[in-house]
């Protein structure tokens, strides 16, 4: 296939022409989801874990924070407090130890044992399965929420918007809110319920292999031909 270099400056037309495509048509979104699926069929979550708890928990310590980090750390966590009643009793020192090099460890052992607090003593040490409970939970915002509900419980109440899905949302041109909540209301009026979930997985994946913030991997993406981003790399 004949390719040509993005150059650094494109004409005018071009915008208008972006415009005209529909980005928002349904067969335009039934493409993107078709190449997500061609390009990750088996995408899950990376956060190692057994329960609906220890998502949440892992889920907690992953802001600002890698997996990959997250998964060293919480082996030893969860042995030394399998439940959430055991790390409402645990010393903040030492949940602070444990977690120290998820970084903003002190915020995050006040979270997980607000979070194991208020799950023992308000939801009979489980992890409730709605989002309106969910979120009174501390440490348990809107995308953490969704995380452990879509996870646990395949509850699709929202779409996880973190930093992979709110960039690639918007250079696929299907959102253009500022934040995350307003990112995550744009997909889920253009998305199918029944993708909600699955999307951010495999968006996530792409976000981190392929479509990465600085200088995107565009010459090797499947979802090229259906991005018109300003700050495409290569194209077709």
């Known amino acids: 296939m004949p390719t040509t270099r993005k150059s650094s400056a494109k004409p005018a037309a071009k915008k208008s022409a972006r415009t005209s495509r529909g980005d928002l048509a349904p067969e335009r979104i039934a493409a993107i989801l078709k190449a997500l699926d061609e390009a990750y069929p088996d995408a899950v979550c990376a956060l190692t874990h057994r329960t609906p708890w220890e998502l949440l928990v892992a889920t907690i310590l992953s802001a600002q924070c890698t997996d990959v980090r997250v998964n060293i750390v919480t082996p030893e966590l969860f042995r030394r407090f399998p439940t959430p009643a055991a790390m409402a ?7 602070e130890n444990l977690i120290r090099t998820t970084g903003f460890f002190r915020n995050k052992a006040k979270s997980i044992q607000g979070a194991a607090k208020k799950i023992t003593e308000e939801f009979g040490g489980k992890v409730p399965e709605t989002l309106a409970e969910l979120i009174t939970v501390p440490g348990a915002a809107r995308k953490t929420a969704n995380v452990v509900l879509g996870v646990s419980f395949g509850n699709a109440e929202g779409v ?3 930093t992979h899905v709110f960039r690639i949302a918007h250079r696929l041109d299907l959102a253009k809110g500022d934040t995350a909540q307003k990112v995550e209301q744009e997909l889920m009026q253009v998305l199918p ?7 951010s997985h495999q ?4 976000g ?4 990465i913030a600085r200088s995107p991997k565009c010459d090797k993406c499947n979802l090229e031909q259906l991005c018109h981003s300003k700050d495409k790399t290569w194209e077709s």
């Not at 009793?89 to 949940?95: D, V």
């Not at 981190?208 to 479509?211: E, G, L, P, S």
């Open 203 to 206: 968006v996530i994946h792409h």
């Open 89 to 95: 009793k645990a010393k903040l020192p030492e949940l």
């Open 160 to 162: 996880v918007v973190d």
């Open 208 to 211: 981190r292999q392929v479509c």
């Open 193 to 199: 319920q029944d993708r909600w979930i699955s999307f």
